[in-house]
């Protein structure tokens, strides 16, 4: 049986779930319930400055993308940091990890970007027991516009300033939450190492506006007539994340800076991608406000079986593997070929292939044979460009087979076993530049 349990700055937890920082974390209530159903960790919803607490809209706060099957798919908020008084929470996060030792506690923070507003709170939150402190320079509404959040997170400088004050005044691990609304995730996380801190966690939610209700003209949600952008999250972020999770990950700056995922996980397959791109530890926020915290079991149920199958005794087997195999475009085998093929026994003959390839790709294939509708793929012509795959309703109908051996009919030129990339082709200018 698979081991599960992470440790991750030193803050042990019995598996690699934890909820990220929103509301399911807001409260003892809720902690409780989800240690309950199997959670490793949280991470207690945004702490802000003590005195009067922020103020939420009194009216909706969400909304929502959904697939056909009305699967949600992505969500919108324009909720701010929690709107409990600090003391409070305070009170109830050295409750819960009295009650609950073997999990781990983090605590996000988000406070003006002055010092003594970061040293004032640390020694509160140190006095809870917590295990460690994520600095949420993400949220991109509501907090920004008062300098806090993204505001901070978009500058790489401020980002390293205040992780220096945070560890020069707690004993507790510095994890940095990173905003995706930046261009290029590398300075911040880089920022984050050099400023001391001991992990960065990514991504906090996409600036964005959800729709527009085309009665009132209002952008949804709509307050009293009026809406303003919001945050992004659900399983539609997850390949932005995975991403500036492969980026910092791979990056020589800040290659082994432990990152915990964070972004649309919403099976234990999701996370396991995570994993394998080096993340530690996985957040999950949508998937527990959409279907509950007992989804917690089956990504222990899932994670662990994949594990026993391929025989990792434990995360760190297969963490961080897919790492070496992201690359940059132009290392890509150009020699590589690959066909499409349907399979005839699963195909229900909907034509989405054929006119998505004879529409908007290269006519590779066939709706009619001998009078009758027939789809198939003409090798002649097929690019193996993998669209058909996206667009087939029925899973694994279309798959793509490498060619291995004989002559592309598409070229005309035999199928070579050797790795050839663009740096070295004949077309690249730059390759013939270098070669002279
Ligand atoms: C309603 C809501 C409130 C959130 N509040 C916070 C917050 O207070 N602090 C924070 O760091 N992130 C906050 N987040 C962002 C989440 O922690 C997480 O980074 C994001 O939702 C992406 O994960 P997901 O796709 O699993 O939801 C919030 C998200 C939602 C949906
Ligand atoms: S892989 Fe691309 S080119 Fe080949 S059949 Fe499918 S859509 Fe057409
Ligand atoms: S899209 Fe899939 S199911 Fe539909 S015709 Fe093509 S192969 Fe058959």
Redesign the pocket.
Same mark, same amino acid.
């Given at each position: 049986m698979a081991d599960l349990s992470t440790n991750f700055l030193g803050i042990r937890s019995p598996n690699p779930f934890w909820l %990220? #920082? %929103?509301?399911p974390t807001d409260k003892q209530y809720n902690v409780e319930r989800a240690f309950r159903a199997g959670w490793g960790g949280v991470v207690w $919803?945004?702490l802000g400055e003590d005195g009067p607490p922020v103020v939420n809209v009194n009216g909706p706060r969400y909304g929502a993308i959904h697939g056909a099957d009305r699967r949600l798919l992505g969500?919108n908020?324009i909720?701010l &940091?929690t709107d409990r008084p600090l003391e409070v929470n305070l009170r109830e996060i050295a409750e819960v990890k009295k009650n609950w030792p073997d999990r781990a506690m983090i605590v #996000?923070i988000m406070v003006p970007c002055e010092e003594q507003a970061w040293k004032a709170i640390l020694p509160l939150v140190e006095a809870t027991g917590a295990d460690g402190i994520e600095l949420?320079f !993400?949220?991109p509404h509501g907090m920004s516009e008062r300098g806090m959040g993204s505001a901070v997170g978009q500058v790489p400088e401020y980002i390293e300033m205040v992780a220096r004050w945070c560890k020069q005044t707690t004993r507790m691990p510095v994890i940095v $939450?990173l905003t995706p609304n930046i261009t290029d995730i590398r300075y911040p996380a880089r920022a984050a190492k050099k400023g001391g801190a001991d992990a960065v966690s990514l *991504?906090?939610?996409i600036s964005s506006i959800i729709s527009v209700d085309l009665d009132s003209f209002s952008p949804t949600p709509s307050i009293d007539g009026r809406g303003s952008h919001g !945050?992004y999250?659900?399983p539609a972020?997850k390949p932005i994340a995975l991403n500036m999770v492969a980026e910092i990950a791979r990056d020589a700056e800040t290659r082994g800076l432990p990152i915990s995922g *964070?972004?649309? &996980?919403t099976t234990w397959r999701d996370a396991a991608e995570y994993i394998a791109l080096g993340c530690g530890t996985v957040?999950?926020?949508?998937?527990a406000?959409t279907y509950g915290f007992k989804i917690v079991q089956e990504m222990i149920d899932g994670l662990s079986a994949y594990m026993d199958e391929k025989g990792f005794r434990t995360i760190e087997d297969f963490r961080g593997r897919a790492v070496p195999n992201v690359t940059d475009w132009q290392y890509l085998n150009l020699n590589y070929i690959a066909k499409a093929r349907i399979d005839q026994d699963a195909c229900i003959k909907c034509g989405r292939c054929h006119i998505a390839c004879e529409d908007t790709s290269h006519q590779a294939i066939t709706s009619m044979v001998d009078g009758k509708r027939h789809f198939e793929v003409i090798d002649a012509e097929c690019v193996g460009c993998n669209l058909c795959v996206s667009v087939c309703p029925v899973e694994n109908c279309i798959t793509m087979e490498e060619m291995v051996a004989g002559t592309d009919p598409r070229t005309g030129r035999p199928v070579s076993p050797d790795y050839a990339n663009w740096t070295t082709h004949p077309n690249n200018p730059m390759a013939r530049v270098a070669a002279e």
């Open positions: %990220a #920082s %929103a509301p $919803k945004t969500l908020n909720e &940091i #996000s949420n !993400g949220c $939450k *991504i906090n939610t !945050g999250c659900g972020v *964070i972004g649309g &996980i957040q999950v926020c949508t998937a406000m």
